[in-house]
Nanobody, 122 residues
Framework: QVQLVESGGGLVQAGGSLRLSCVAS????????MGWFRQAPGKERDFVAS????????YYTDAVKGRFTISGDNAKNTVYLQMNSLKADDTAVYYC???????????????WGQGTQVTVSS
C-alpha cells in the first residue's frame, strides 16, 4: 500500500507561481511512475504530468507544457510540480497519483492522494 500526501496548494494571482509537493510513504514496483492530475468543478479529473523514477522521463499535457515542471527527489520519495505563469483555467483540485508503468492508462493509476486546492484569481 502506498500513501500519497500532497501539499502546497493555495490562492495565487494570474501570472504567479506555486509548487506542489507529494510525499510517497514507500516506493515499490507499483509506484514506478508518479503523476499529477487535476479536477475543476463540474469537470472530469484530467492528467497533468508524470515522471518515471528510474529514468527521470517526464510527460505533460499540452495545456501546461512550458509552464509546469514535474521533478522528483528520490531520497525523499517526493515529487514536485512547479507551476509558473498560472492562469485562471488552472484552478482545480490537484491530485498526486502513482502507477506501476510508464505512460499508464487511466485505470492503471493505483494510488491517489487526497488532493490540494489551487485557485488562480484573474
Amino acid at each position: 500500500q502506498v500513501q500519497l500526501v500532497e501539499s502546497g496548494g493555495g490562492l495565487v494571482q494570474a501570472g504567479g507561481s506555486l509548487r506542489l509537493s507529494c510525499v510517497a510513504s514507500v516506493r515499490t514496483f507499483s509506484s514506478a511512475t508518479m503523476g499529477w492530475f487535476r479536477q475543476a468543478p463540474g469537470k472530469e479529473r484530467d492528467f497533468v504530468a508524470s515522471i518515471n523514477w528510474s529514468g527521470g522521463s517526464t510527460y505533460y499535457t499540452d495545456a501546461v507544457k512550458g509552464r509546469f515542471t514535474i521533478s522528483g527527489d528520490n531520497a525523499k520519495n517526493t515529487v514536485y510540480l512547479q507551476m509558473n505563469s498560472l492562469k485562471a483555467d488552472d484552478t482545480a483540485v490537484y491530485y498526486c497519483a502513482a502507477a506501476p508503468t510508464w505512460l499508464a492508462s487511466r485505470d492503471q493509476w493505483m494510488y491517489w492522494g487526497q488532493g490540494t486546492q489551487v485557485t488562480v484569481s484573474s
